[in-house]
């Protein structure tokens, strides 16, 4: 048994002592099994514990829905309030008076620190609040997000050509610079600003199909480490022996003495 | 005026527009201003919009809170709830109502994916929830956990000697690669857990004394940019000739040909 496994039935269990009233029907599923539906209702004017009872999305319009969010609170409230407040409009209240805007905080990788894409922070959240078996979707739309090319979702009221690119990373400073490169646009210009939009609709939009095949008990994980990553795990992750880090993340964006070294550096005083 | 001035207002703006009945009387003070209090109450049986009214908090009890929740949650959790948790439990409902275990997500860089320090992002949601000038308590702290050797309190309850050191990042998987190297131990060994477990507990001390600053008018960032960070910004952040990227995280630890390129590997096929 992995430790992974071991930190998902801990966070399990927790969820099941502080949660009683919740059946937690899908925790002992196979990996990848369906969301739980809770047996009780809520406690008078509080929200259930989690999961919180999951209903089907449409995809589409979780992708609208998630770029109009955007503009009026950046990427980790759009993915999240598309998502979660999807799911709250069809439950109504209590769950509707959840403060969804305090994932203001997650934009641009945390107020600008450039950590985690917000779009990814959003999802995270919101897949812990719907989903029993959250790890295994996080880590299927991590690592579609750091290798397909995206944008790959087009919502309505685009005003600039979309630049597809492939981030490399689920951060939001090489997701950014990355697409920089792509389209030749500068970090802070209105392109790369709906740049951003978009692709908090498209991760909204992938996050929701996910959601909605473990609901479904049809998830089935597309991708795969890649084998670059999987070599430096060897050594470095669980087992191996170094075993100096803990990381999911492609090595490669940061550990790569070809693309993002010093090399052109060497005249300037670092 | 920057563009992360008019994100913040923006942001202001927004929760002003979906919070009506909350008062922002600090949003309009000078940087790093008190935090606000609500004029009316919160609607029954939700909890109120944003920010919740404060409540000065015991910085020792919080850090201990934090290592107490870790144990239960992981490190997201952990600083989060200790946070926020303790603001509640004063405020009574509905605010305890609050699905606190939703950032179980965050443990080890969101279900140990490496990326933002857990301790950090439950931090970030916390002052998003508590302050209306969030972004400076979130700056100073995010720079002081990548500058500072950490963890610097100790809560009761430690079995191991505790070793600290620099994370250089405000991400999960480096902050835990400085720690192996200073302290000699594996990244999945219980010391380090321990250590995550502590270091929760210093990053929520520290967020409470910062919050608890703000709150009283007090706060001044102690923190600077690093300079070698500043030279690399010169050119590739908002203004430089490059502009082709965001981010205020330190540049060394990922750009750095010393540290962490792949000069030792050659012998490996990568």
Known sequence: MSNRTIDRRQALGFLAGIGGAVALGGATKALGG???????????????????????????????????????????????????????????????????????????????????????NGCAAAIQVLSANPEPVIDELYRWYQSVALPDFAPKGMKFKNVPSVAGSPLCHPSIAKWCEASGKKAYSPERKERCGVLTAAVAHKCAMLLNDQAAGKFAPASAVDPRTKTCMGCHEKGGPME???????????????????????????
Chains 1, 2 share one sequence.
């Open 34 to 120: 369906a969301t739980s539906e809770p047996t009780t209702p809520a406690p008078k004017g509080t929200m259930a514990r989690l999961p919180w009872p999951y209903k089907t999305l449409d995809p589409e319009a979780v992708g609208q829905r998630a770029f109009d969010a955007y503009a009026k609170g950046h990427c980790m409230y759009g993915t999240f309030e598309a998502i979660v407040g999807s799911v709250a409009d069809k439950l109504g209240d209590p769950y509707k008076g959840f403060p969804f805007e305090m994932f203001i905080y997650g934009m641009g990788g945390v107020h600008g620190w450039g950590t985690l894409c917000g779009s990814l």
């Open 244 to 270: 100096n880090m803990r990381s999911k993340q492609a090595c490669a964006p940061c550990h790569s003495d070809e693309t993002l070294s010093l090399k052109g550096h060497q005249k300037i005083k670092l």
